[in-house]
């Protein structure tokens, strides 16, 4: 169960100029490594995300030490991420320090499409003024990110203060009614601040894909890294 | 089924210092009857709460029109209510329109206790500069009542701007995942402000009992009412 | 409890270059025609949505006779809506007929601020040849909006056909485990296509608000409508 | 609490024409090596499944070596599965990779009763393209076996290519809203294509079964295997 | 929004052999119709489900008096069934009086195609006598429907009897935590009896179609029937 | 749909010693009347459940004036109850006046089947006293059935100072988390008080059929009454 | 936080003629022995549930070798228990091997307050026979005891084949939607079969106290054992 | 990401006169000390909450030894807590032994801010004597917090018996239908008693600080501490 397991999207790039990325937390070390194998044999990079530091452990010395592994985000990138754009279209806001994770799987993934981006973290409403001295400054992105558990209030208050796309991701920080992020993302749901969108619990890497895709997609670049899901 | 089937509280007074409210939803117009005559040959004063216009519509004409009846928040009060204190003491902070009705349910049993309270609406977090410029105005008051739906970030921006005790009344306003107040509930109690309560979805009349207690109680009178629930 | 119960957000519409829309659903007959006069008599133009035929047959009659009102989306416009742009940069699409009338709220949103869009209805997956033969047309366009209730499907389907923003919006199509749409929701929210985004179940309103956020927002125009939720 | 806590159902074979698995995940290795002991004392085959590497190692080293063990299904063979038919009657579609452990299991089920089976992996709808290719070949099982997890869309657009019976498998592959298979099984019950059917969450040894008893059951045989679960 | 807003999937019948069925519950009077006349004007037949006797009376009389209704089922037929096959091989089996209109649906479903069936009702497991005294009976067919609310121990005790394919269809009969069938489904799915399949809940409708995939689809026919969902 | 969708249970009462009671909340009024007449056929008593008042209209006049019907617990009696036992042994609580229709059910029931009951009502523990003062004659019976909506704390404080048979029935009654008796069922089931047992929300027959259980059951009569589920 | 943290419940034997027993899962080992000490003090006898293994090991050696305890059932008696009654009046089945500790719990509770029990294992209903040829034996116990998991079909069945009182146990036995044991429990509160009562999952221990609660209770006895929960 | 991922809410102690704690469970060691380095430099005094003993042992060793920890509570205190005021106006009441770490983590949290609180350990409703006996004294505290799992039956009776402001905490404890505090937390909402508030689960920080904001707030104090979330 390895290179028979996986079919990676070859066509994705051009169809979607999005990269396929590895989402590693149901796959066996085993089959993690054929993925890279496989990418390697074709010359392209590849983004891996939910990495965590036991699976990483798992991969042959070689290809470990290859990867550009960051512990926080658990994200890799194995060769090479496309080339860094000029301008910074992309804010990333975090409500709490337990949120930055996932803000940081977002910033990861737009910077191996080529996208940079802008943090400001812990800015969450129980201290209202930390965002209000901000908020002329986030008005000029065009999207705006916003990583947030709990209650998540942070993303309606946002949203009613800026005019750019607003992609809330829920977190999974918290407890009791928190509920895993459930609270979070059915709040972000049912936001009284207009037009606010948002994605899967924890999903920073889909943040960072409705970015790209809201800011036209990243330009086509010919060997493109692909992936399995 | 009538007379038999309650048991009022006739205690509760002396022991609370909170009049019992006849909760009018789950019961006919002929036990609301039953339970006013018992009222009235006691002399005793009586809030009803959940009245809707049908179940008024059902009472004996002379009752019906010896109620003080207030549409909006479905609740009456028979006989006197307890005289206005000088001060008042409690502020009832609304998200949006559609929040009216819970927050004058609050108001009506506060003022059938004794209690005056301050109304202000529709200030949810959309339009932020509509609290911002109340905040010093709240900062007064010793209990804040806040009565928001959907995503219920209002709670959660007063908590953390003002310190006395705040009293969160989730409401059953929105769709979908609004889930008839379970997502502003949820919000509520995940709030990233500290020290934040809450009561039952739409339960206004809870909140202003809560609100009672912490200011200390109403003060004891004679031959006082009671109810059923 | 109608002039005293509302509060418009006045500047919504400098900070978001976004309208405010009334949310008629939670409202009685007398808030609205108050809020249509308070418009009215500052000269705004208004949108209406969840405006239902009881609520519309409940206001003064030449309130209900100026609106233009639709009855499928039952939305209302009050005045005149904003100057319609050159290009049509938006795609609306729905798996099934059940779906249209939140396919409907989102143009008829769009149309309002002043964007023209395309529908493209009952095209969902189980005659897959009804989709395929249009992504050529759908890879055209800049944001995509996809109703879809029961199993959603649809937006997978599309996100991995055309690299725009999608912007999903779950219906309530469906009965029994489909759940008022909550299964759809969740559905979009585990899609395995790439940075699809989504918003609460039949708010199509909302999915229109998100595609002109990421199309730059709306031109600003003086003496702009505002609304209440 | 070993021999005394098990009774086979030693009537299965003739009534269903199914032979009983042993379903390992809430038994001791105690208990596990009873059942073997008795089988082995009565000459049956035994098919064992979610027997996790831990419980393996529990059992007693003749046991352990004598089972023909598959460790990505966690199944387990003991003695000789029934000889295999002709003819391949079912296919087994997968989503994703990490989907493979669910289909395993209803390939080596199938197997033991003595049905071949084709597997066919990482065909998911957000690259539709992987999928189109083979439907021609689908098309001539009169069985598919579709296992998906998170959004679970592709079996709604495999039943709307297919005619045979689709059986659905939902597995817990994904994240938050994923909730551990839920959406997926909501997601197929919810399905828009005609007359799919479904099992239990990761249950492919159920899809198995349900398949054989659409081909009219295996064959009859003499002294053949049961089991407790 | 009639003729636009539909498009039937003319091509089903040759991919399927099932006919497509016009469900009706989230449609207008106007809406069905319309594609009525759609059906007429192609010479086509059409199965209509969910059209409660409110929408049946709004539609336009030739149509209402032209149609087979079945107020059981809330089912009709406009234009001719397929011909009637030869043999009986579905049998339907209901737990109580009140799963007869779901098991009608399927009855009605494969009559339309060309299928007969066998009802048995009111053999509910409290008195299991019913049951077991017909037991070979039921064992003589290839596919039993099972319909099942509250408890939904009737399919897991069928499934243990007899080794033809079983198709379970919860049923919303019940109250309180029967939760409009979502216990009958989840034990169902849960179900000790191996390899029982399931569909949605309430779903006579995909239980007969997915007797008809098993069974090995319906001869095709020219001119057929088409739908839209 | 009437004669040929029914199946009594003839044999329930030498098996169980307790009638079979019809359930009518899912029954059209002819299917009643076919079951009604069946027993009338046949000199059989019948009780009727969950009869609403718009069903018992449509029942044929001869019928309905032959019942003996309750309106406050929706129950019918066919014929003639058993006779009564010389000693009463179940006492039956309620918390509140809105949970006297679900006492009222259990207390119709068990006069049916032969068996007195004593109610005591509206002695829920926000006012304890009312509770307290009742304890020792509560000692006195073998068996005590609690009927509690909204928290359901009742059977948990009786559960501790009574040692006979404590069946706690949730009811519906209460409202936001209240959610329809959910709250009450799991506050039961989760109770501190050591023994207590439960059964489904608002099931007043199936408490009194679990006292007639626990009590012995009911003696047997020849030529008794049966009925559908 | 040892002897500061519990206060037993000194008069629960007098008042319910039950024992306290102590749960453990929540207790560290130090609060467990604490409360040993306490009970020998006294000369008390206790039985300990959900005691499991590290608990054990963490308590002190002469305490952990003074106790009778059993691995399957997690508990533990501390001193001697009641004596046993001469007829054994309880019986109890188990629909599977995995259902057993929870049995084993019922029956060692009802031991130790003086209580045999007849265990019927394996018996659920996908091989009814098992069950059948044991229904004369059931019929003769006044208290039927029934745990099971899955979809919990067997209480069902026995409920109606047996008169006595059945308890059903619903066990967290099963994957999926069997929701640690939710959908059992919810399984046997909307059974067809009248009269069964339950309690909440696992709760071994509960049901063998309602059995004695329903057999009249145990003999008092001086210096009885006491616990807290 | 140490520094850079928090933002001290300096200015709460101003608005709110309450400190802001640090929320320990979802941040790393390197994060924890980062702030307390922060602290330290600022010569603040910091509450930790959620501190397990991994997470302390994670610290470095001069920051573990200066930290006053109780491993009940997991709350640890670096520097001054604020002087204790005169008089104990708060009583924390627990229905059990395993409900003593949320109260203890209140009575820390009051203890840090200035306040003393009285501790009245398992007084749960199954001994209602242990309750009963100490009503007056709880009938002098102008608030009282009472920390409950399971069923919450006791804050409903404490509501019913006490005049102040009752402060409910559910807790986690319990097993099955507890659902980790859920039904605790729905009970209490629900709650026959009026003006009961309630917090989040196990949240006994959040009910201190509510304690404190009923009571007035604490005294200001210069150089204050503050934290992140």
Known sequence: MTANDFLLDARRDERLRLSEAIFC????PAQIAAIIDHAEAR??????TRLDEARLAGLPPQQRHALDYD????????GQPHPLGSETRVAIVTAGTSDVPVAREAARTLRFEGFGSEE????GVA???RLLRRVEELQ????????????AALPSVVGG?????????PTSVGYGVAAGGQTALNAILASCAPGIVTVNIDN????????????GGRPARQGDQHGTS
Chains 1, 2, 3, 4, 5, 6, 7, 8 share one sequence.
């Open 25 to 28: 937390s149901g796959k066996s």
């Open 43 to 48: 010359g392209l990079s590849l983004l891996l």
């Open 127 to 129: 201290g209202l003024w």
């Open 204 to 215: 920073g890497y889909g943040a960072a894909c409705a970015a790209i895709r809201a800011l």
């Open 71 to 78: 512990a926080v985000s658990r994200t890799a990138i194995w």
């Open 161 to 169: 203060l800026v005019g750019g796309l607003v992609i809330a991701v």
């Open 140 to 151: 000029r992105f065009p999207v705006v990110i916003v990583a947030a558990g709990m209650d």
């Open 120 to 123: 400001i973290v812990d800015v």
